[in-house]
């Protein structure tokens, strides 16, 4: 698969014509943040909260908001209005892997109403293409009323230990994402996907974006199999932007500490760039 990882985020986005993948650049560019936060919390009040405080320095605020024991109108107006205030995507780590019909209807509408609020959700192939072509359908019908500012990402490898994210998954993955590139924006991976067989070859201008999960400063991993690396590790391995959580909102300080990954997750990005020089 193509990597565009060695070009700055302003040039990716001059190119790109994703409307989300745009937006998501131009917002890293402006904040020098390739920082995704992830939020695993479990209170409206809480979450909003976390959202507010750190917002200033992530570019995305990732979220399970089906751990949200008190959802209602106030979750969703209040994630919009704080992604607004500080200039943020709404990333909800929903991973669809049903049937195509019940995921059009857990992605549009439901108890959760995730296409009014998340600009980007993903998604796993393990049910087959169906699940994104599903996905694809609703968010670039005519009838959907957020046009092209919505987008997805496959879920294409796993941090956890024994995950069965690899191989021949993996190739599918961007085999589904190739066929999609319309509404798939890019993956949740390990790493730059550049060594990946695939049955189709990439297109000079195909630029999938890189989320890398498990990115964690203080601990390699937890008692439950999540494995972590560092952002600078993270980074240097292809990773457009890094997913952390507990390791900043768990610490005694949560602002200086997501400040910190902020400034070495951008130092690593420019030591694999030219941004720095231009």
Do not use: C
């Amino acid at each position: 698969m193509a990597s565009k990882s060695n070009i700055s985020y302003a040039e990716r986005a001059r190119r790109h014509d994703n409307p989300v993948v745009k937006k998501l650049f131009d917002i890293a560019e402006k904040k020098r943040s390739n920082l995704v936060l992830s939020a695993d919390l479990t209170t409206t009040r809480e979450l909003l909260k976390l959202a507010d405080n750190l917002g200033p320095y992530i570019a995305v605020f990732k979220t399970h908001i089906d751990i949200i024991s008190d959802f209602d109108d106030a979750t969703v107006t209040g994630l919009k209005s704080l992604a607004e205030k500080h200039n943020f995507l709404i990333f909800e780590d929903r991973k669809f892997i049903d049937i195509g019909n019940t995921v059009q209807k857990q992605y549009h509408g439901g108890a959760l109403r995730i296409s009014e609020w998340a600009h980007i959700v993903n998604a796993s192939i393990l049910s087959g293409d169906g699940v994104v072509e599903a996905l694809a359908q609703t968010a670039t019908s005519d009838a959907f009323q957020h046009g092209r500012q919505r987008g997805l990402l496959l879920l294409a490898e796993m941090t956890s230990k024994g995950s069965l994210a690899t191989g021949a998954y993996t190739s599918a993955s961007i085999e589904s994402a190739r066929k999609h590139k319309s509404f798939v924006v890019g993956f949740v991976a390990n790493r730059a996907l550049t060594l990946v067989e695939a049955q189709t070859r990439a297109t000079d201008s195909e630029d999938f974006v890189v989320f890398t999960t498990g990115v964690n400063r203080a601990t390699k991993g937890d008692p439950l199999g999540q494995q972590y690396q560092t952002p600078e590790a993270a980074i240097g391995r292809g990773a457009d932007f890094i997913i952390s959580g507990r390791g900043i909102y768990a610490i005694a300080d949560p602002i200086e500490t997501a400040k910190l990954y902020q400034k070495e997750g951008w130092e690593a990005y420019e030591a694999r760039t030219d941004a720095k020089a231009s």
